[in-house]
T-cell receptor, first 113, second 110 residues
Protein backbone atom coordinates (compact mmCIF):
# COMPACT_ATOMS: atom_id res chain seq x y z
CA UNK A 1 0.00 0.00 0.00
CA UNK A 2 1.21 3.49 -0.86
CA UNK A 3 -0.78 5.09 1.98
CA UNK A 4 -1.23 8.87 1.61
CA UNK A 5 0.58 10.39 -1.36
CA UNK A 6 1.16 14.11 -1.77
CA UNK A 7 2.50 15.90 -4.81
CA UNK A 8 4.53 17.96 -5.40
CA UNK A 9 7.11 17.73 -2.60
CA UNK A 10 8.41 21.24 -3.21
CA UNK A 11 7.05 24.24 -5.07
CA UNK A 12 7.90 27.90 -5.41
CA UNK A 13 5.10 30.25 -6.45
CA UNK A 14 5.06 33.90 -7.31
CA UNK A 15 2.59 36.17 -5.56
CA UNK A 16 -0.78 35.96 -7.28
CA UNK A 17 -0.20 32.60 -8.92
CA UNK A 18 -2.50 29.66 -8.33
CA UNK A 19 -1.78 25.98 -7.82
CA UNK A 20 -3.30 22.73 -6.67
CA UNK A 21 -1.70 20.47 -4.09
CA UNK A 22 -2.63 16.87 -4.78
CA UNK A 23 -3.44 14.27 -2.16
CA UNK A 24 -4.55 10.72 -2.76
CA UNK A 25 -4.97 7.75 -0.45
CA UNK A 26 -5.43 4.08 -1.25
CA UNK A 27 -6.79 2.89 2.10
CA UNK A 28 -10.47 3.61 1.35
CA UNK A 29 -10.56 6.11 4.21
CA UNK A 30 -13.65 8.26 4.38
CA UNK A 31 -12.08 11.12 6.36
CA UNK A 32 -9.41 13.32 4.83
CA UNK A 33 -7.69 16.45 6.15
CA UNK A 34 -5.44 19.27 5.05
CA UNK A 35 -3.09 20.90 7.55
CA UNK A 36 -0.50 23.63 7.26
CA UNK A 37 2.53 24.04 9.47
CA UNK A 38 4.45 27.27 9.58
CA UNK A 39 8.12 27.16 10.66
CA UNK A 40 8.47 26.31 14.35
CA UNK A 41 4.71 26.15 14.83
CA UNK A 42 2.07 23.47 15.26
CA UNK A 43 -0.32 22.06 12.68
CA UNK A 44 -3.39 24.07 11.77
CA UNK A 45 -6.40 22.41 10.14
CA UNK A 46 -7.35 24.06 6.85
CA UNK A 47 -10.17 21.90 5.51
CA UNK A 48 -11.48 18.42 6.08
CA UNK A 49 -13.85 15.99 4.38
CA UNK A 50 -15.94 13.19 5.86
CA UNK A 51 -16.70 11.60 2.51
CA UNK A 52 -16.99 12.16 -1.21
CA UNK A 53 -18.92 15.32 -1.93
CA UNK A 54 -18.68 16.62 1.65
CA UNK A 55 -16.14 19.20 2.80
CA UNK A 56 -15.96 21.63 5.68
CA UNK A 57 -13.74 24.43 6.93
CA UNK A 58 -11.16 23.97 9.62
CA UNK A 59 -9.32 26.60 11.65
CA UNK A 60 -7.60 28.50 8.80
CA UNK A 61 -9.56 28.11 5.52
CA UNK A 62 -9.12 31.59 4.05
CA UNK A 63 -7.29 31.61 0.72
CA UNK A 64 -7.90 27.90 0.05
CA UNK A 65 -10.49 25.72 -1.61
CA UNK A 66 -10.98 21.97 -1.64
CA UNK A 67 -13.07 19.40 -3.42
CA UNK A 68 -13.74 15.72 -2.81
CA UNK A 69 -15.19 14.13 -5.91
CA UNK A 70 -13.86 10.66 -5.08
CA UNK A 71 -13.01 8.79 -1.89
CA UNK A 72 -9.35 8.64 -2.89
CA UNK A 73 -8.57 12.25 -3.82
CA UNK A 74 -8.67 15.48 -1.83
CA UNK A 75 -6.92 18.30 -3.72
CA UNK A 76 -6.19 21.66 -2.08
CA UNK A 77 -6.41 24.71 -4.31
CA UNK A 78 -4.56 27.96 -3.63
CA UNK A 79 -5.95 30.92 -5.52
CA UNK A 80 -3.93 34.13 -5.69
CA UNK A 81 -0.99 32.90 -3.63
CA UNK A 82 0.31 35.23 -0.92
CA UNK A 83 3.57 35.17 1.10
CA UNK A 84 1.50 34.29 4.19
CA UNK A 85 0.77 30.93 2.56
CA UNK A 86 4.43 29.93 2.68
CA UNK A 87 4.26 26.79 4.77
CA UNK A 88 4.51 23.02 4.80
CA UNK A 89 1.23 21.38 3.87
CA UNK A 90 0.27 17.95 5.12
CA UNK A 91 -2.58 15.79 3.93
CA UNK A 92 -3.93 13.05 6.21
CA UNK A 93 -6.66 10.44 6.18
CA UNK A 94 -8.43 8.05 8.51
CA UNK A 95 -11.53 5.97 9.02
CA UNK A 96 -14.27 7.67 10.98
CA UNK A 97 -14.35 5.69 14.21
CA UNK A 98 -12.63 7.16 17.26
CA UNK A 99 -10.11 4.36 17.58
CA UNK A 100 -8.88 4.69 14.01
CA UNK A 101 -5.53 6.38 13.63
CA UNK A 102 -4.54 9.20 11.33
CA UNK A 103 -2.17 8.57 8.45
CA UNK A 104 -0.09 11.43 7.06
CA UNK A 105 1.49 12.16 3.73
CA UNK A 106 5.10 13.31 3.54
CA UNK A 107 4.18 16.96 3.03
CA UNK A 108 4.55 19.71 0.43
CA UNK A 109 6.99 22.55 1.09
CA UNK A 110 5.51 25.67 -0.51
CA UNK A 111 7.22 29.04 -0.81
CA UNK A 112 5.43 32.11 -2.13
CA UNK A 113 7.82 34.85 -3.21
CA UNK B 1 -13.87 18.99 20.81
CA UNK B 2 -12.14 18.32 24.11
CA UNK B 3 -9.38 20.77 25.03
CA UNK B 4 -5.94 19.51 25.98
CA UNK B 5 -3.11 20.95 28.06
CA UNK B 6 0.46 19.74 27.67
CA UNK B 7 3.79 21.15 28.89
CA UNK B 8 5.49 23.23 26.23
CA UNK B 9 8.76 21.36 26.58
CA UNK B 10 10.46 18.59 28.50
CA UNK B 11 13.96 17.24 28.73
CA UNK B 12 15.21 13.73 29.29
CA UNK B 13 18.51 11.92 29.41
CA UNK B 14 19.17 9.18 26.93
CA UNK B 15 18.17 5.68 28.07
CA UNK B 16 16.01 7.02 30.90
CA UNK B 17 12.22 6.75 31.03
CA UNK B 18 10.13 9.74 29.99
CA UNK B 19 6.62 10.53 31.19
CA UNK B 20 4.75 13.00 28.99
CA UNK B 21 1.56 14.27 30.62
CA UNK B 22 -1.66 15.50 29.03
CA UNK B 23 -4.72 16.98 30.70
CA UNK B 24 -8.04 16.56 28.89
CA UNK B 25 -10.56 17.39 31.58
CA UNK B 26 -13.44 18.02 29.11
CA UNK B 27 -13.10 14.66 27.40
CA UNK B 28 -16.35 12.80 26.77
CA UNK B 29 -16.95 9.23 27.81
CA UNK B 30 -16.52 7.84 24.31
CA UNK B 31 -13.45 9.83 23.23
CA UNK B 32 -10.33 7.86 22.47
CA UNK B 33 -7.02 9.41 23.50
CA UNK B 34 -4.54 9.49 20.66
CA UNK B 35 -0.85 10.37 20.78
CA UNK B 36 1.18 11.40 17.77
CA UNK B 37 4.72 12.66 17.41
CA UNK B 38 6.53 14.75 14.86
CA UNK B 39 10.23 14.22 14.35
CA UNK B 40 12.23 17.17 12.99
CA UNK B 41 11.47 17.90 9.33
CA UNK B 42 8.96 15.05 9.10
CA UNK B 43 5.22 14.66 9.12
CA UNK B 44 3.42 13.51 12.27
CA UNK B 45 3.29 9.80 13.01
CA UNK B 46 0.98 7.73 15.15
CA UNK B 47 2.33 6.57 18.51
CA UNK B 48 -0.48 4.99 20.50
CA UNK B 49 -4.11 5.36 21.50
CA UNK B 50 -6.47 4.10 24.20
CA UNK B 51 -9.93 4.47 25.71
CA UNK B 52 -9.93 3.46 29.37
CA UNK B 53 -7.30 0.94 30.26
CA UNK B 54 -3.55 1.26 29.89
CA UNK B 55 -2.11 0.33 26.52
CA UNK B 56 1.29 -0.87 25.38
CA UNK B 57 2.89 -1.19 21.98
CA UNK B 58 6.41 -1.42 20.64
CA UNK B 59 6.87 2.36 20.73
CA UNK B 60 5.40 3.38 24.06
CA UNK B 61 2.90 2.84 26.84
CA UNK B 62 -0.18 4.92 27.54
CA UNK B 63 -1.43 5.30 31.09
CA UNK B 64 -4.96 6.69 31.38
CA UNK B 65 -6.24 8.09 34.66
CA UNK B 66 -9.26 6.38 36.16
CA UNK B 67 -11.41 9.49 35.67
CA UNK B 68 -9.98 9.84 32.12
CA UNK B 69 -9.25 13.52 32.66
CA UNK B 70 -5.56 12.99 32.08
CA UNK B 71 -3.16 10.56 30.45
CA UNK B 72 0.58 9.97 30.33
CA UNK B 73 2.65 8.77 27.43
CA UNK B 74 5.57 6.71 28.66
CA UNK B 75 8.73 6.13 26.67
CA UNK B 76 10.52 3.43 28.61
CA UNK B 77 14.07 4.20 27.45
CA UNK B 78 14.44 7.46 25.58
CA UNK B 79 16.76 7.49 22.61
CA UNK B 80 18.08 10.46 20.65
CA UNK B 81 15.61 9.50 17.91
CA UNK B 82 12.72 10.14 20.30
CA UNK B 83 13.42 13.88 20.27
CA UNK B 84 10.22 15.24 18.75
CA UNK B 85 7.04 17.18 19.41
CA UNK B 86 4.42 14.95 21.05
CA UNK B 87 0.73 15.66 20.59
CA UNK B 88 -2.16 14.37 22.68
CA UNK B 89 -5.52 14.41 20.87
CA UNK B 90 -8.91 13.18 22.13
CA UNK B 91 -10.98 11.77 19.31
CA UNK B 92 -14.65 10.89 19.49
CA UNK B 93 -16.46 8.37 17.35
CA UNK B 94 -17.22 10.05 14.03
CA UNK B 95 -15.28 13.05 15.34
CA UNK B 96 -14.46 15.06 12.28
CA UNK B 97 -12.05 17.60 13.69
CA UNK B 98 -8.70 16.00 14.30
CA UNK B 99 -7.18 19.13 15.84
CA UNK B 100 -3.57 19.34 16.94
CA UNK B 101 -2.58 21.56 19.86
CA UNK B 102 0.92 22.95 20.41
CA UNK B 103 2.18 19.66 21.86
CA UNK B 104 5.25 19.01 24.03
CA UNK B 105 8.70 19.40 22.57
CA UNK B 106 10.86 16.61 24.00
CA UNK B 107 14.63 17.03 24.02
CA UNK B 108 16.80 13.98 24.68
CA UNK B 109 20.28 14.62 26.02
CA UNK B 110 23.13 12.19 25.34
Amino acid sequence: NAGVTQTPKFRILKIGQSMTLQCTQDMNHNYMYWYRQDPGMGLKLIYYSVGAGITDKGEVPNGYNVSRSTTEDFPLRLELAAPSQTSVYFCASSYSRGYEKLFFGSGTQLSVL
Amino acid sequence: DAKTTQPNSMESNEEEPVHLPCNHSTISGTDYIHWYRQLPSQGPEYVIHGLTSNVNNRMASLAIAEDRKSSTLILHRATLRDAAVYYCIPRGNYGQNFVFGPGTRLSVLP
